[in-house]
């Protein structure tokens, strides 16, 4: 089975605190992304990756980076975290020979920002 | 412009009874598939269902039956026989096959569906 992970499940920080999320997957997927997910709002793509070191912004980039360092691991980044930041993240990847277009999710982090 | 447009924010249905969540869709593109997940309370989401948009037939996957039509730009998940289990929101998605955007997908605003006993 494919396992995502997130390192949190919850986490309160601070406004203004440099703020790492990080996702790895087991399946050897090449695909990564990282959607936030508000009430009413659905679930927002924020970056996603197709390759190590590879990131393309999604709808809403602004005021987060990512990195992928090794195909596995998949990290977000809220420089300063802002309370508008507070939100459930949601780390996916896909990549399965012949199920491509299956994106697989992690269990969610939900971040509390005050 | 919305691309994926989920209308129902909540809907109630009797258990073992069949019930119809809908999903209308925007796009230009030719090739594109469209999805539903479910997210029950724990947060985690389930992929329940994928139709691509050069498929000839309703996917389906037990339970689960997307109507679609393409002419409508409509792909309704259908649950037969709900379920306690079957509590949960769920997300119609659309993937386009635009530029390098590869797989990405659009999200709707999602359904939450209450199954009475």
């Known amino acids: 089975d494919v396992k995502v992970t997130q390192s949190s499940r919850y986490l309160v920080k601070r406004t203004g605190e440099k703020v790492f999320l990080e996702c790895v997957q087991d399946?050897?997927?090449?695909?990564m992304f990282w959607y936030r997910q508000d009430p009413g709002l659905g679930l927002r793509l924020i970056y996603f990756?197709?390759?190590?070191?590879?990131?393309e912004k999604g709808d809403i980039p602004e005021g987060y980076s990512v990195s992928r360092e090794k195909k596995e691991r998949f990290s977000l980044i809220l420089e300063s975290a802002s309370t508008n930041q507070t939100s459930m993240y949601l780390c996916?990847?896909?990549?399965?020979?012949?199920?491509?277009?299956?994106?697989?999710f992690g269990p969610g982090t939900r971040l509390t920002v005050t | 412009a919305q691309k994926i447009t989920q209308t129902q924010p909540g809907m109630f249905v009797q258990e073992k009874e069949a019930v119809t969540l809908d999903c209308t869709y925007d796009?230009?593109?030719?090739?594109?598939?469209l999805f539903w997940y479910k997210q029950p309370s724990s947060g985690e989401m389930i992929f329940l269902i994928y139709?691509?948009?050069?498929?000839?037939q309703n996917a389906t996957e037990g339970r689960y039956s997307l109507n679609f039509q393409k002419a409508r730009k409509s792909a309704n998940l259908v649950i037969s026989a709900s379920q306690l289990g079957d509590s949960a929101m769920y997300f119609c998605?659309?993937?386009?096959?635009?530029?390098?955007?590869?797989?990405?997908?659009?999200f709707g605003t999602g359904t939450r569906l209450a199954v009475r006993p």
């Open positions: 996916a990847s896909s990549g399965r020979p012949g199920q491509e277009y299956e994106q697989y």
């Open positions: 399946m050897d997927h090449e695909n």
């Open positions: 990756s197709y390759d190590v070191k590879m990131k």
């Open positions: 796009t230009s593109d030719p090739s594109y598939g």
């Open positions: 139709q691509g948009s050069y498929d000839q």
């Open positions: 998605a659309m993937r386009e096959r635009e530029k390098s955007s590869g797989d990405k997908l659009t």
